[in-house]
């Protein structure tokens, strides 16, 4: 079975500093790993994905991941932090042949004016 | 509009009193899937559907059931609710077998069970 760690339920940043939100996989195959945002009384929305192929993903609203295989890693990333991105945030894993999703406990991201 | 539409949002009842949520996407999705979610334990996965009539378990199915009768339908159904199974609540689909495909979340239902 696969499982997700996400390090620090709660971070905040000032308003345009760097945002850095922490996950970790376990997975004997190759994984497949999601991250999500959930914001206030709304269900969650894809950020980013990796699959396959290029280890740096772009997603929206200007985040990004690196899927770092020797460390089990899928940190999320964006260099100038915005009020509108409070929100809860999720790393989710599931493996190519794989039905079964399994998410991390959530980071909740404020952002300091 | 494509989406995820759960129903109810919100409900209060009583220990013992069956009920259903029901859940329904319009994008022809083959995969379904529920999910609970609670404070600091995250999302954790109910049951889901590969398309109709196959279901399957996920983490956490004791004390739910689902059925996938119409592939635009998925239904959760607690038989006989008890307050651990006060929690929030989520729907989502996904297109095709492949599951790098991304999911698809309603708004979520929020369930008390007194």
């Known amino acids: 079975a696969q499982s997700v760690t996400q390090l620090g339920s709660h971070v905040s940043v000032s308003e345009g500093a760097l945002v850095l939100l922490r996950c970790n996989y376990s997975?004997?195959?190759?994984?497949?790993l999601f991250w999500y945002v959930q914001y206030p009384n709304q269900g969650l929305q894809l950020l980013l994905k990796y699959t396959t192929g290029a280890t740096l993903v772009k997603g929206i609203n200007g985040f990004e991941a690196e899927f770092k295989k020797s460390e089990t890693s899928f940190h999320l990333t964006k260099p100038s932090a915005h009020m509108s991105d409070a929100a809860e945030y999720f790393c989710?894993?599931?493996?190519?042949?794989?039905?079964?999703?399994?998410f991390g406990t959530g980071t909740s991201l404020t952002v300091i004016p | 509009e494509a989406q995820v539409t759960q129903n109810p949002r919100y409900l209060i009842t009583v220990t013992g009193k069956k009920l259903t949520v029901t859940c329904s996407q319009n994008?022809?999705?083959?995969?379904m899937s529920w999910y609970r979610q609670d404070p600091g334990l995250g999302l954790r996965q109910i049951y889901y559907s590969m398309n109709v009539e196959v279901t399957d378990k996920g983490d956490v199915p004791e004390g739910y059931k689902v059925s996938r009768k119409e592939k635009r339908n998925f239904p959760l159904i607690l038989e006989s609710p008890s307050p651990n199974q006060t929690s929030l609540y989520f729907c989502a689909s996904r297109r095709g077998q492949n599951s790098n495909q991304p999911q698809h979340f309603g708004d979520g239902t929020r369930l008390s069970i007194l």
């Open positions: 994008m022809n999705h083959e995969y």
């Open positions: 989710a894993v599931t493996i190519n042949t794989g039905n079964q999703f399994y």
């Open positions: 997975s004997s195959v190759p994984p497949y």
